[in-house]
């Protein structure tokens, strides 16, 4: 629909929506997580829940105790390689749509543990991961400021084109693999269709300049 | 059966399949709704059984041990029996001959138990 008529109607007192905006705007404000920790991380997502930050103003506040019912993983602390298969097959066992937010250093990259023998180097590797937060452990307020990152992302989502989101692609994967115990490390030790290392180009150390915590 | 008595059960009647109807037609509406709209993508593992991230493994009607099950019923038995024995001993002195041979072939019937459960080798654990 186009912008100005909708702003010019709305002038008039006449509120127009489109299906997209109404779909939206259901998905962003019904997110529910599953009930899912791994370390110290979970204490500061127990606590973005309560009542001092209280997640509930999103509409996320019905922490889903089976992966049936539960929209948004927050993987949230280290994941080590025991864990791994079983947070990947928890992912795959989640309804469409589904998003992922990496909590903390260690879910996105190890963290502390990177150099350890027995920690995976950022769960990215198995499972698409919609927003990641970096922090030891994050604040409760850097989780609310990744789940509305997370929200904006579903607004900003066409439901049809070539940047629809993957549970309205018929060609996107159903499920991802799951990793098995090797000898010496996980088999695959990647998902290469999904881990690949982003490159850091001018314009993002541009926008990194402008918003960069100097700023703010 | 006059047409009085349907007059009078005409409106309960329309009421009850107002209800039903009002209970009925959001679920329909809503399984309509995820026939046309729900994304699908089913696959094995969402599809499985156990949704713990672990993955299930063997039968679960498999056969397994009563040991414990026994243990337990004599448990319970001797269990019980001591809740008899306490206003049995507090009332001992004030008891009538009668109420004390009840007692007593109570207690037996117990022990005659105990010993049954003895020699049968429930009493060894495993």
Redesign the interface.
């Known amino acids: 629909m186009d912008q100005k008529l909708k702003i010019d109607l709305s002038r008039q007192g006449i509120f127009t929506t489109t299906l997209e905006e109404l779909y939206n705007w259901g998905r962003k404000s019904s997110v529910w997580p599953l009930t899912f920790g791994l370390a110290c991380c979970a204490i500061e997502m127990i606590a973005t829940t309560m009542a001092r930050y209280d997640l509930a103003r999103f509409g996320a506040e019905v922490f889903r105790p089976s992966p049936r019912q539960a929209d948004l993983m927050i993987v949230a602390g280290t994941v080590t390689k025991k864990m791994a298969p079983q947070v990947v097959r928890l992912y795959n066992q989640m309804p469409e749509p589904k998003y992922v937010i990496a909590m903390g250093a260690c879910a996105i990259s190890g963290g502390p543990f990177k150099q350890g023998y027995n920690v995976l180097k950022g769960i990215d590797r198995y499972i698409p991961v919609d927003v990641h937060i970096p922090g030891c452990p994050p604040r409760p307020e850097a989780l609310m400021d990744a789940f509305i990152t997370l929200q904006k992302k579903i607004e900003s989502q066409h439901l049809t084109g070539a940047d629809r989101p993957r549970h309205l692609d018929r060609d996107a994967p159903s499920e991802f693999v799951v990793p098995q115990f090797g000898a010496h490390d996980l088999e695959p030790s990647k998902n290469p269709k999904l881990w690949h290392i982003l490159p850091v180009t001018p314009k993002d150390q541009c926008t990194l300049g402008e918003n960069g915590p100097g700023k703010n | 059966m006059n047409s009085g008595f349907i007059d009078i059960y005409r409106p309960i009647a329309i009421l009850m399949i107002a209800a039903a109807g009002f209970a009925l037609a959001p679920l329909a509406m809503a399984w309509l709704w995820s026939k046309k709209f729900s994304?699908?993508?089913?696959?094995?593992?969402?599809n499985?059984t156990y949704?713990?991230?672990?993955?299930s493994k063997e039968y679960s009607s498999i056969p397994f041990r009563p040991e414990y099950y026994l243990y337990a019923i004599v448990f319970l038995i001797f269990d019980v029996e001591a809740i008899f024995l306490l206003p049995f001993a507090v009332a001992f002195s004030g008891l009538t001959l009668g109420a004390a041979i009840a007692m007593l072939i109570f207690l037996l019937l117990l022990v005659e138990g105990l010993v049954w459960t003895w020699r049968k080798g429930i009493l060894t654990w495993v």
């Open positions: 994304p699908r993508k089913p696959g094995p593992v969402k499985a949704e713990c991230g672990l993955e």
